[in-house]
C-alpha cells in the first residue's frame, strides 16, 4: 500500500527540514463530525450498578470529592453508599439519558485531550486532494515507505467509510472505550480519499510554536521518505527550496518529482526532476 501526504508549501518544506510529523487532536480536523459516535447506554441499570461499585472502592474518588464529604472518613463514605444504593441507583438510572447526551457532546473535546492523528492518503495524484490539502496545487506531496514499522501495529490503520455513525455503549464491557474506534470512520462523502491515520497518543508528542500555534508533533527517521511530488503550480522559489533540502546526505535516496496535467486524458502524471542518487 502507497501511503502520501499533502501538505502546503511551508509544512512540507518543514517535515523536510525538520523532520517530524504534525500529530491533529479530532477537534481541529476538517471534518466536524470526527470523533462524534453516538453514545447510547442499552442497560443503564447495569452500568449504573458498576459505576457504584467502581466508587464505592476508590480512595482515589474520594479524594478527589473530599471537599463534598469534610467529616467523613473512606469508610463513612463507602457506608453510605451502602446504605443509599437503591436510592442512588435509581436516580443514575433516571438520569443516564441526560448523561448520554452530555458525553456525546464532549466526545471530541475529551479524546482531543488524549489523542491525535497524522493522516495519509492512498494517492498521490488525486486532483481534488491536491487542491484541499496541497493549497490549490502549489504545495506538495511526500511519499513515505509502508513498510517501516511506524506503520505496523494497530496504532496504523484504514478509515472504514459509512453514513452509519460509529455508536459506543458504555454498558457493554466487552466494548472498549479507545479512541480508535471513533477516528476509524468517517462518511462516505469521503470516500475517495482512500484515507489511512496514524494514532498518536499526545503525552508522546512534543509541543512546539508554529504560525498556527501550539502544535504537537513526533519525529522520523529520513529513510521513511521515498519520494517528494511538486503541485503543478509549484513556484520556481519552493522548487529550488526542495532541491536544497534533498542535497542532505539522509535524503539521497529520495526521488524528487514535479506533477504535470495530461489535458487529453484529464489526468496528472508525475515528471521526475531528479534520479534517485544510488539509481
Known sequence: MAI???????????????????????????DPFE???????KDPEAYASRRIDEIMGSPEFFETHRTQFPDLTFEDFQRGLHENRSQLLERLVAGTS????????????IVSKNFGVICFAADGLHQT?????????????????????????????????????????????????EARRFLIRKGLRWSSERESRLLVELSKATIRNV??????????????????????????ETQDA???????????????FKITKNTEAGTFERERLRALRNS
Open 242 to 256: 526542495l532541491i536544497e533540502l534533498l542535497h542532505a546526505p539522509h535524503f539521497e535516496n529520495v526521488g524528487l
Open 35 to 41: 470523533c462524534s459516535p453516538v453514545i447510547k447506554c
Open 4 to 30: 502520501f501526504k499533502y501538505l502546503p508549501r511551508e509544512r512540507g518544506l518543514r517535515v523536510l527540514t525538520e523532520c517530524e510529523l504534525m500529530v491533529t487532536p479530532p477537534k481541529w480536523l476538517n
Open 98 to 109: 441526560g448523561v448520554d447526551s452530555h458525553i456525546q457532546d464532549l466526545a471530541q473535546e
Open 129 to 177: 486532494m491536491w487542491a484541499h490539502y496541497a493549497s490549490s496545487h502549489e504545495g506538495l506531496v511526500i511519499e513515505f515507505r509502508s513498510s517501516h514499522q511506524l506503520f505496523s501495529g494497530p496504532s496504523f490503520f484504514e478509515m472504514e467509510y459509512s453514513d452509519e455513525p460509529a455508536v459506543f455503549d458504555p454498558s457493554n464491557r466487552a466494548e472498549r472505550d
Open 211 to 236: 504560525p498556527e500555534g501550539d502544535r504537537y508533533f513526533i519525529p522520523i527517521e529520513p529513510e521513511i521518505i521515498i519520494s517528494v511530488t511538486l503541485g503543478l503550480r509549484a513556484t520556481n
